[in-house]
């Protein structure tokens, strides 16, 4: 009984945070600025990319887009359910993903740039956010299939027209990184739905 209250009293704290103001603010400013170097970080990708495939390339920073939006309408008072479904699964799929392939990287590569372990603190730190304000979120069904597909799609784009991350060391592993991927996918959809949408929702108020 004595840990179920300390627990308890450990997730009203770490709430209280989470839902102070100053805290979003510092939040907000956080991915604005992944967010620019994010989509700076995909420049020498995007460099040789078609146009017509951009939107779809760099990923992780436009998942944290997705959340400067959702933080912007929590500063607001409101709540944009779409891009709440689309940053919740974009951070949380990404998030891992990038995890993954940096230790599957650390793995088979005799030269791990220390970059990479920046990468997967903060794609680690994106995954976590997304969870953490999942309460908050007002996401409706259709919310989640919009995003759904955009996922999905997403995901065509990425290895059926080779538009994927470029992970110099693992390109002999693309078919299983596909597959996998694609899975990650699917159970980041259903993460979502269930943390996502589950009842009791809570509300941020200022």
Known sequence: YILIETEKSRMNMMYTVLRDKKFIVLLLIINIFGTIYGYDWYGWQLAETDPIFIPFV????????FFVIVLIGFLMNKNFGLF???AFISLFKYGIWAVIMNIWTLMVSDNFHWTGYML????LAMAIQALLYAPFYRIKMWHLAVAAVFT????????VFGQ?????S???YMNEIAYF??????????????FGMKKPRWKLSF
């Open 164 to 168: 994927m991350p470029w992970y110099g």
């Open 181 to 194: 991927t694609f899975w990650l996918s699917v159970v980041s959809i259903f993460v979502c739905y269930y």
């Open 170 to 172: 693992l390109s002999i």
């Open 84 to 86: 709440e479904a689309l």
């Open 120 to 123: 997967m603190a903060s794609h």
């Open 152 to 159: 999905l799609h997403n995901e065509i784009i990425d290895y």
């Open 58 to 65: 760099p990923d992780s920073p436009t998942a944290c887009l």
